[in-house]
Every structure is written in C-alpha cells, then in structure tokens.
C-alpha cells in the first residue's frame, strides 16, 4: 500500500514540474513572438519611411495620396500580424503541453 501512495506521490510531481515546465516555456515562447512582431513591425516601418522618402520627389498631391495608403496598409499589416498571433496563440500553449507530456510520459 505505501509503494501504491508513495507511487500517486511522484506521479503528481512529475505533473507538477511537467506544468511548471510547459507554462515557462510558453513564457519563453510568447517573448519571442512579441519580439518577432516588434521586429517586423519596425521592418515594415522602415519599408514605409523609405517609400514615403521615394515619393518626396513626385508632386505633393500624389504623395500625400501615397503616403496615406502606406500608412493606412502598414496599420493594416501589424493589425493582421496581432490577429494572427492571437488566433494561434490557444494552439501553441496545446502544441507545447502535448510535446511536453509526451516526451515526459
């Protein structure tokens, strides 16, 4: 009987630092991605300034209506980027408890 309740014991440790393990790499895993989306959102960024610089030398007019829809689409683009992770987000946290548990089952 003590082998049986000394067995349920580390059955539960073993879950315990299984879900401390998931949850720290799931941390780790949604650091990353705010650093990818801030890094593409600075590319996209830089991408619109060197269009708008491009455009400086067309006739105001057509610039300025240049200039609106890049920046009407870079919003768009980041918007899209958060949407996307949002969506995904539910996915990776099952993604990583599913590696995790099956490589520690």
């Given at each position: 009987?003590?082998?049986?309740?000394?067995?349920?014991?580390?059955?539960?440790?073993?879950?315990?630092?299984?879900?401390?393990?998931?949850?720290?790499?799931?941390?780790?895993?949604?650091e990353q991605c705010h650093l990818e989306i801030?890094?593409?959102?600075?590319?996209?960024?830089?991408?619109?300034?060197?269009?708008?610089?491009?455009?400086?030398?067309?006739?105001?007019?057509?610039?300025?209506?240049?200039?609106?829809?890049?920046?009407?689409?870079?919003a768009m683009k980041m918007r899209l980027m958060e949407e996307q992770a949002e969506r995904e987000?539910?996915?990776?946290?099952?993604?990583?408890?599913?590696?995790?548990?099956?490589?520690?089952?």
């Open positions: 009987m003590e082998e049986l309740i000394q067995r349920i014991i580390d059955l539960e440790a073993r879950a315990t630092a299984i879900m401390i393990e998931a949850e720290e790499e799931k941390k780790q895993i949604f801030q890094d593409m959102a600075k590319h996209i960024r830089e991408m619109s300034d060197n269009k708008i610089s491009q455009l400086k030398g067309r006739t105001q007019y057509e610039s300025d209506d240049r200039i609106i829809r890049i920046y009407g689409d870079t987000q539910e996915f990776w946290e099952q993604d990583i408890y599913n590696r995790i548990t099956q490589v520690k089952g």
